[in-house]
């Protein structure tokens, strides 16, 4: 009787310290996944706050082209300007929804101020790349951009089949011989039929937040509920 009072004690003692172990995972994996929950919460508010700035700015009032374009300063600056649209093009191969694919058109526009510069006119579809376009004294308003198509995925441009897969602003503005600084049309006046415009806005930014705080928060339940179901197993063992 006392070899087995010994053996049950024993084995309470052993169980009570699993318990305790998994207590203390449990809690600590649950106030770390929360943690990262709410840190994403953080991001959100961030994010939510940029892409709020950035919206502001492109529906900003125009402003005149700048001298010296800067990147940090610049991106996603309003421009409304008076000029000529070249004859040539580069073609950038895109897909749209519900429309599939096609180009985005680049051609050059020399301002009325002697600037050359790039300007992105919209989606053509792929069999409309060789259709006349209307070129010559145009209004345009739209905004400045250096876009961040390339990925490690994307293939290399295609100049001799004039086919791009990136808006590689400098590679474009050594091809078409102007400043690198490209526009992205809101409206050209007069319209350009077959050409609809892509204007820049901020829903390509991606802000994945909220997905990332909804799922540490469903891993911090989930672990939650693994560590009181072993408790419950152990408390059963315990008892037996």
């Known amino acids: 009787m006392e070899n087995t009072g010994r053996a049950i004690s024993v084995r309470h003692r052993d ?3 699993r318990i305790l172990f998994a207590l ?3 809690v600590a994996g ?3 996944l929360v943690w990262l929950g709410t840190w994403q919460l953080q991001r959100l508010a961030w994010k939510e ?3 709020a700035a950035i919206d502001a700015r492109i529906a900003a009032d125009p402003i005149p082209l700048p001298e010296v374009p800067d990147i940090a300063a610049d991106t ?3 421009v409304a300007l008076s000029g000529q649209i070249g004859s040539a093009e580069l073609f950038v191969l895109v897909s749209q929804k519900h429309k599939g694919a096609g180009y985005r058109v680049i051609a050059p526009f020399l301002t ?3 600037r050359h510069i790039l300007i992105d006119r919209g989606f053509i579809p792929v069999a409309a790349r060789d259709a006349a376009r209307r070129t010559g004294p145009t209004e345009i308003t739209g905004n400045i951009h250096w876009p961040d198509d390339r990925t490690s ?8 089949a004039n086919i791009w897969y990136a808006r590689d602003v400098g590679d474009m503005a050594k091809a078409l011989k102007t400043e690198p600084l490209l526009v992205i049309l809101r409206s050209e006046t007069p319209p ?6 892509l204007p820049v806005d901020s829903s390509a930014i991606p802000n994945d937040h909220l997905q990332y705080a909804v799922t540490w928060f469903s891993l911090a339940a989930i672990w939650l509920g693994m560590t009181g179901y072993y408790i419950f197993r152990a408390r059963q063992t315990k008892d037996a």
């Open 192 to 197: 350009a039929p077959g050409i609809a415009p």
């Open 76 to 78: 996603y600056a309003p």
């Open 112 to 114: 009325n101020t002697g």
């Open 30 to 32: 649950t106030a770390l």
């Open 15 to 17: 169980v009570m310290t």
């Open 153 to 160: 995925a994307t293939p290399e441009n295609d100049r001799q």
């Open 49 to 51: 706050d940029i892409l």
């Open 24 to 26: 203390i995972i449990g």
